[in-house]
């Protein structure tokens, strides 16, 4: 079966420190896989990562894909209250056509 | 456990056609949606409903059309196809709108190929 894990579900941080969002995933024929943040509107898209080893970075947040041990993971460095959100992952499989979510990983920022 | 339901799964249509695309959100949910995904392509976010009204709205074009209906469900119409409205179209659905604080569960999508 086709899944799809985040962790953690839940982080507390303070302003300034960097996090490390984590997803793996199972499933047959990958494709490619996706980050989104969704804050007070639609989640906004972030990250479409296709191969491995190869960083993706915009500003302070960066993602980097490892198909091998097959997961993903999402940095956010010097973390601003503005990065309070939930963050999360979809992986889409070819042939399926259909993407399998995470649960989300619910990230606040403390002054 | 229930899903989000997206109906149908794959069509086939042609230019100038009109496409009418299904979401049966997560029981209870009463915020929906829509994302369109061209080949090769990121997302793109179109539209989102949040208790039958209109509560975002992206980078729909004016040929498309969605609204929610009483029992939460979702239809985004597509009139005069174009060949770059081929995509996958998927929609997602929520409880409390974007402010929610529940799980949020995307559906796996319409395929929608204009020939």
């Known amino acids: 079966e086709d899944k799809v894990v985040q962790s953690p579900l839940s982080l507390v941080v303070h302003e300034g420190d960097t996090v490390t969002l984590n997803c793996s995933y199972e499933?047959?024929?990958?494709?490619?896989l996706l980050w989104y943040k969704q804050e007070k509107k639609a989640p906004t898209f972030l990250f479409m990562l296709?191969?491995?080893?190869i960083e993706k970075k915009s500003g302070r947040l960066s993602s980097i894909l490892d198909k091998k041990e097959l997961f993903s993971i999402l940095n956010i460095t010097a973390t601003q209250t503005g990065d309070s959100a939930v963050y999360l992952c979809a992986v889409y499989a070819s042939g399926t056509y259909k993407y399998i979510f995470g649960t989300g990983t619910r990230l606040k920022v403390l002054a | 456990a229930a899903g989000v339901i997206q109906s149908p799964r794959h069509l086939i249509k042609e230019k100038r056609e009109t496409a009418t695309l299904k979401c049966y959100p997560i029981p209870r949910h009463d915020t929906v949606y829509w994302y369109q995904q061209g080949p090769g392509q990121d997302p793109q976010f179109l539209i989102s409903f949040y208790e039958k009204m209109q509560s975002d709205k992206g980078s729909i074009p004016d040929r498309f059309s969605a609204q929610q209906f009483s029992d939460y469900h979702s239809e985004l119409n597509m009139s005069s196809l174009e060949l770059g409205d081929s995509a996958l179209y998927f929609c997602?659905?929520?409880?409390?709108?974007?402010?929610?604080?529940?799980?949020?569960?995307f559906g796996s999508g319409t395929r929608l190929t204009v020939v």
């Open positions: 499933v047959t024929n990958f494709r490619s």
């Open positions: 997602a659905s929520s409880l409390g709108g974007a402010n929610g604080n529940y799980g949020y569960t």
């Open positions: 296709t191969s491995s080893g």
